[in-house]
């Protein structure tokens, strides 16, 4: 089969498709013809060996996919040649095939396409466990959602209004502050202007936001303790910016603040039972048109550097797929 592979660290313009053998398949395993692959910023760091997770060589890269069951192991019952998934797969799915765990493997749901089932597996489950089970956002209540035109930032801000929260979404520039409002967000704001914070204050009345769901860190994170309510939540989802703040605690005393962390993929070891209820809401929500994975480009698997480019650039907004 075709895949990208990785036996060395390498830049992302050094990744080619080669020719290797086929994975094999193993009790409680399936084996996906991939339609397409989710792009992640993890991605870029795990081909350079800058990811806390280093797999030995050679690997295939590549975290999540949709696609068509082709084989199934032998004490696998619950699925069947021809069905359509979507799955984490961990590693492995830059490639025209792929082993993955039948327990990470849901089937689409009806209407969805491959490219938003390959979008769907690590943005959607997050956003969901922050704004659900960690926050829990409730309906009326100000949201104000960081990078609100990136992959997590979408799903919580559909997410959000399906709660029935008032959503407030940042970004950092025009074309992303119209994804924001077109994703269903009440207010966008550019955190790249010096007085966004004033803005949360004036769109909320001068209460603030009742959760705010961070995935930037650094400088917003700083700046969204000013605007944040009495008795708010701050969501500690990741730190796209690069640097990890240092949140002075008493700042969390004034305002009788929680911060609140979410690590959606140890919930695999820590609460597995999660899972599976976070997926089958997640569906109930997609078919009532509540939630739906905006993808920015779909690019051939040849051109995974081009896709991680763009990701890797801030120029995309969703989601970036690849398609075998
Ligand atoms: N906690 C969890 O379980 C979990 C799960 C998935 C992802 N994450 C983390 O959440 C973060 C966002 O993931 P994602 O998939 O949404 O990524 P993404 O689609 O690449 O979006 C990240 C957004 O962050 C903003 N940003 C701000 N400063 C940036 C910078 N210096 N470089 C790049 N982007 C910057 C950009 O939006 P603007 O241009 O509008 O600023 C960008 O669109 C990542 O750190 C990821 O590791 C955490």
Redesign the pocket.
């Known amino acids: 089969m075709r895949a990208v592979v990785v036996d060395r660290w390498m830049e992302p313009p050094e990744l080619a498709v080669r020719e290797v053998p086929d994975p094999v398949i193993g009790p409680g395993m399936l084996r996906v013809t991939v339609r397409a692959a989710g792009c992640?910023?993890?991605d870029i760091l795990m081909v350079k060996g800058q990811y806390q997770m280093r797999p030995p060589f050679p690997f295939v890269p590549g975290a999540e996919l949709a696609g068509v069951v082709s084989e199934v192991g032998p004490d696998v019952t619950d699925f069947a040649p021809g069905d359509q998934v979507m799955a984490s797969a961990g590693l492995g799915a830059f490639a025209e095939q792929a082993v993955v765990p039948a327990r990470a493997a849901y089937r689409l749901p009806e209407g969805m396409s491959f490219e938003a089932g390959a979008a769907f597996p690590?943005?959607y489950p997050?956003s969901y466990?922050?704004l659900v089970f960690r926050a829990p956002v409730k309906a009326g209540e100000w949201l104000l959602v960081?990078?609100?035109?990136?992959?997590?930032?979408i799903a919580a801000v559909q997410i959000g209004k399906a709660l029935g929260a008032r959503v407030i979404g940042?970004?950092?520039?025009a074309d992303?502050l119209d994804v924001v409002r077109r994703v269903g967000a009440d207010v966008a704001i550019d955190?790249?202007d010096g007085d966004w914070v004033e803005r949360v204050k004036e769109a909320t009345g001068g209460h603030g936001a009742d959760v705010i769901y961070d995935?930037?860190?650094?400088e917003?994170t700083d700046a969204s303790l000013k605007c944040i309510a009495w008795n708010g939540k701050l969501l500690?989802?990741?730190?796209?910016?690069?640097r990890i703040p240092e949140v002075k605690l008493n700042r969390v005393l004034l305002k009788n603040i929680s911060l609140v962390?979410?690590?959606?993929?140890?919930h695999a070891m820590h609460e597995p039972a999660r899972i599976d209820e976070t997926f089958r809401a997640l569906f109930g929500l997609y078919a009532q048109g509540a939630v739906e994975p905006v993808i920015y480009r779909r690019y051939p698997l040849e051109q995974l550097p081009a896709a991680l480019e763009a990701?890797?650039s801030?120029r995309?907004?969703?989601?970036?797929v690849v398609a075998p």
């Open positions: 992640n910023f993890f690590i943005v997050t466990a922050a960081h990078a609100a035109a990136g992959g997590v930032g940042t970004a950092g520039s992303k955190y790249r995935s930037v860190g650094g917003v500690v989802i990741g730190f796209a910016s690069g962390g979410l690590h959606w993929g140890a990701l890797g801030r995309s907004y969703g989601k970036v």
